[in-house]
């Protein structure tokens, strides 16, 4: 036996922000996150974010899912690393110290790119580490000790070996293709900086001439109109389309077409492509400015032309490509009064010309896709640019077999079929942008314009025999910030280097992410690491076995979270708790119309009146790892949150009773089964089957599965029941000192694997109560992070116990139900009669007697024979016994008869009401089917009720 004096109480009401300020601080001074366990590794890599983001709920849904899984493999041994880090963010970041600057009446080009460089490395340094403090806020047990930034040297230095031996092997080269190109930050976009917004448009419908005068549609006109979303592109037209198929055209194609202004001439094609209910069916192609006229073009053989400048102004001579593919073979001359002009002025001006001269068919208004720069916000203009490319397609083949060999798995499944979609459709991945910030492209031209790619300028110098008076000039281009990312699982366990770290955690266990950059990210790590990470036999590695795909986190509504919606939430908020003024503040901030503005405040002000309360971080984590089905969106509801917090008062209220009931007082120090009894037994039981479901679901990746497997046990099964069961047996002064120690042990006990089971989901409560608990039971240490996660004991599972339970539960529900609907309050003893009940079920009940008369609070049981009629009794059934309580005694009759009076003339009302309509001729006649028939259905419902109230009423008035 031990004694409980030594231990502490905890505080009266749970308040979660100084516990977490304290564990926090604790567990990383001390080290707790990095690699300790000497079993297998167990490895999962952050996804990096920006380094100038700000913790969003993506960010929390995300690290709550990877940290529980880091603490769940921890306390499992095993030597667990969360590699942390973030991405240096090229646009976002040079934007931001650029917008610094413009303050300061300066620009980059008035700096220089060295001293712009260095300004932007002072703002990292300052302001950059916003998303790692709120990271920490989360709970997130990373390694900070090993942070890696990917401009840091080690990974810059990963970047460019990685670069020149790719372009060694022949799978980097430099190409004139066209690029989302944005004329505001001057520099190529990928497709995820792209944004596609619903816009209001026109559709403008021009006039194309034929060349030959006798040629004509069916209709007998002399041209084709043809609509456009662009009209400014007209001048870079290279041929106008039809469907094959397409009746109307069919004998034109072949034919020339004058280019209006231009007077070019242009053929008819027939493609595919073409949609021939869009506009009138015939589409103008613009290969040089537009992804699927580009794409046309090379079918069909056509030219390319080119008509804007990197400014997305008309050049005074323009580009000109025999067919797509091939370099420029000439200039054409740009017509007279467009050359310079921006292009939407150009558009005007078309426009204006098409009506002067008569060209102009109509306008129509048309909602249309605008793709707009993620981060500048102007419209993107396709344009051909000299890129530096990856040759995809070899890099692709290894990539595809290792998700078909299932080495490495999708979770849901269902994604891998995206995966592979895109995989199949892959196109050359362009890796440069024209930007100052990221890691500049490893090549170097002469005056002559040969390129000569290395790791430095004097490496390039040496392997070509270059003199040191032969001027080279660096590429003035960056590297794709995905480029860098794409190396992450093992650039930051120090490759090119053959680190320890290398060998011990790659390749990893699971990648965590979200489905909208599968291609931009994860499909591009696989091939990097294939191609550069090798096995010892020198087969290729993999850089994670497991991708596990979550969704979206949508509003309570379902709706996407946006700024411009004014639905998004901030996990601080929820944590720490905002006033309903700041809220509006940081909700309507930044928005440029005042309508919206407005609209947004009072949506918040009605949905938040009082602000958001602080629910503290593990009711948050709760939430999200609640919510996190495989793969599906989740709908994020603060009602959830609210819930969650009041699951975490109810684990801190439980354990405040466990230790009034513990301390001072005797403890079994080790587990007697000898003395337990049937609470006991239950509890254990349940306890092996909430472990053993909670290891499965972290086994296949179900968190929600989790969290619902750890809330029923606490909340519904040891807190509603088990401690409740305890009360009778600790407060008989007939029960042995022996056995009350024991049922303290177990009290402790249970809780204490309790916290241990659910330390993975919410970090902070768990730690706070295990080190006041755990040393009751002579165990404990620095840290529950590290103690031995609970392992079901198949031994201790009692399925007849956990039957009788299941009885017990049932008889005790059905006597508290009666109790409700008569009103009996809970300090009355009731007298219980029994019926249809087995012989095997007389032994349960046998079994349970004294915990049932306990808990619910009877005072005689008496048994029925199977026809003996009951007395006036109030009735629930429990399986196939039904449970009497006889009224006689324990109500009034004159008050309850009174009762049901009013009960009978409320229902009486209601009946007479609809039974009145229903014999009105003209609302039956003129209602639809479906009215008259509710209606009906109503009448009939009220009518029963009034037979059950008159049949009660009978029986009280019989008593």
Not at 921 to 950: R, W, Y
Request: aromatic share 10%; hydrophobic share 40%; with cysteine.
């Amino acid at each position: 036996m031990t004694d409980a004096q030594t231990a502490q109480n905890i505080a009266t009401t749970y308040d979660p922000t100084e516990i977490e300020k304290k564990w926090y601080k604790t567990w990383e001074e001390q080290g707790y996150f990095k690699p300790s366990g000497h079993g297998e590794s167990f490895c999962i890599m952050i996804p990096p974010p920006n380094v100038t983001g700000s913790l969003h709920m993506g960010h929390g849904f995300n690290n709550a899912i990877m940290d529980a899984l880091t603490r769940y493999n921890r306390m499992m041994g095993k030597n667990t690393l969360w590699q942390p880090g973030t991405d240096h963010a090229g646009i976002a970041t040079q934007m931001v110290v650029e917008r610094q600057l413009g303050l300061q009446g300066v620009t980059r080009h008035d700096l220089g790119r060295e001293k712009f460089i260095e300004k932007v490395w002072e703002w990292k340094e300052q302001s950059g580490g916003t998303i790692t403090k709120q990271i920490r806020r989360l709970g997130s047990s990373v390694d900070w000790s090993r942070e890696r930034f990917t401009m840091d040297e080690g990974l810059s230095n990963a970047v460019k070996e990685v670069f020149v031996r790719l372009h060694e092997d022949g799978l980097i080269y430099r190409g004139k293709r066209l690029v989302n190109w944005d004329p505001k930050l001057q520099t190529a976009l990928s497709d995820l900086e792209v944004e596609s917004k619903e816009e209001k448009g026109s559709l403008w419908h021009f006039k194309y001439f034929f060349e030959d005068k006798s040629v004509k549609t069916q209709d007998g006109k002399d041209y084709l109109v043809v609509a456009t979303t662009r009209p400014e592109t007209l001048l870079g037209d290279t041929a106008v389309a039809v469907h094959p198929e397409d009746e109307r055209y069919a004998h034109l194609v072949g034919k020339n077409i004058v280019l209006p202004i231009t007077g070019r001439l242009i053929p008819i094609v027939a493609d595919d492509y073409v949609e021939k209910d869009f506009g009138t069916g015939c589409v103008k192609i613009t290969p040089a400015h537009d992804f699927n006229d580009y794409e046309l073009g090379k079918r069909n053989s056509l030219p390319i032309i080119n008509i804007f400048n990197k400014n997305a102004e008309v050049l005074g001579e323009f580009e000109y490509i025999a067919k797509a593919g091939e370099q420029i073979s000439k200039t054409i001359t740009a017509p007279a009064d467009y050359a310079g002009l921006e292009r939407f002025e150009a558009r005007k001006k078309l426009v204006a010309q098409a009506e002067a001269e008569g060209w102009l068919d109509q306008i129509q208004p048309y909602d249309l896709k605008a793709p707009r720069g993620d981060r500048s916000g102007v419209i993107i203009e396709p344009l051909l640019t000299d890129q530096w490319y990856v040759k995809i397609a070899p890099l692709a083949e290894p990539a595809i077999e290792a998700v078909q060999d299932g080495r490495i798995k999708f979770v849901p499944e269902q994604y891998s079929n995206m995966y592979m979609a895109w995989m199949r459709d892959i196109q050359d991945w362009c890796i440069s942008r024209q930007l100052w910030w990221g890691h500049r492209i490893p090549a170097w031209y002469d005056a002559d314009g040969n390129i000569y790619v290395g790791r430095s300028e004097d490496e390039v110098r040496a392997k070509n025999n270059i003199a040191a008076d032969v001027e080279l000039k660096q590429d003035e281009d960056v590297l794709d910030t995905w480029f860098s990312s794409a190396l992450w699982t093992f650039s930051t366990l120090g490759w090119p280097e053959q680190t320890p770290e290398l060998k011990t955690f790659h390749p990893t266990d699971v990648l965590v992410t979200g489905f909208d950059i599968i291609f931009f990210w994860v499909a591009r790590m696989i091939m990097m690491t294939m191609h550069f990470m090798k096995n010892d036999d020198g087969s290729s590695q993999i850089p994670f076995k497991t991708v596990y795909v979550h969704g979206l986190v949508r509003d309570g509504e379902g709706q996407k979270m946006s700024k411009s919606k004014g639905n998004v939430l901030d996990p601080l908020d929820l944590i720490d708790g905002i006033d309903l003024e700041s809220l509006v503040a940081k909700r309507t901030t930044g928005l440029m119309n005042p309508k919206d503005a407005a609209k947004i405040e009072k949506s918040t002000r009605k949905e938040f009146p009082e602000g958001i309360n602080a629910y503290g971080t593990d009711a948050v984590r709760f939430t999200f790892c609640a919510l996190a089905n495989t793969g599906r969106d989740i709908k994020f509801d603060l009602k959830r949150v609210e819930g969650y917090r009041n699951f975490c008062n109810k684990i801190w209220n439980a354990t405040r009773f466990v230790l009034m009931n513990v301390e001072g007082q005797t403890v079994g120090k080790d587990a007697r089964p000898d003395l337990w009894e049937l609470p006991e037994q239950w509890i254990i039981s349940r306890l092996q089957k909430a472990e053993a479901a909670v290891h499965q679901a972290f086994a296949t990746y179900r968190l929600d599965l989790a969290a619902q497997a750890i809330y029923d046990f606490i909340w519904n099964e040891y807190c509603d029941w088990y401690v409740e069961l305890t009360k009778p047996v600790l407060n008989d002064a007939e029960v042995s000192e022996e056995r009350k120690a024991e049922v303290r042990r177990v009290l402790l006990a249970v809780m204490e694997a309790s916290l241990r089971l659910a330390h993975p989901l919410m970090p902070y409560l768990t730690e706070e109560i295990w080190q006041t608990l755990a040393p009751m039971l002579g165990q404990g240490g620095p840290t529950i992070m590290t103690a031995q996660y609970p392992i079901p004991e198949q031994e201790k599972i009692n399925e007849q116990a956990e039957a009788d339970m299941q009885w017990l539960q049932g008889l005790i529900g059905a006597v508290r139900n009666i109790r409700g609907e008569m009103g009996l309050g809970n300090a009355r003893l009731l007298p219980v009669l029994l019926q249809n009940i087995s012989d095997a079920e007389r032994e349960q009940i046998t079994r349970i007697e004294a915990l049932f008369k306990a808990l619910a609070k009877v005072e005689s049981i008496e048994f029925l024979g199977k026809d003996q009629e009951p007395p006036l009794s109030s009735s629930s059934v429990v399986g196939h016994a039904s449970v009497f309580v006889p009224m006689k005694g324990l109500i009034d009759p004159k008050a309850e008869l009174g009762r049901l009076q009013k009960d009978l003339d409320k229902i009486q009302k209601q009946h007479d009401q609809i039974a009145g309509k229903l014999a009105n001729e003209g609302f039956v006649s003129k209602a639809p089917a479906a009215v008259v028939e509710g209606e009906k259905a109503k009448l009939a419902e009220f009518a029963a009720q009034l037979d059950k109230v008159k049949a009660n009423m009978e029986q009280i008035a019989a008593l």
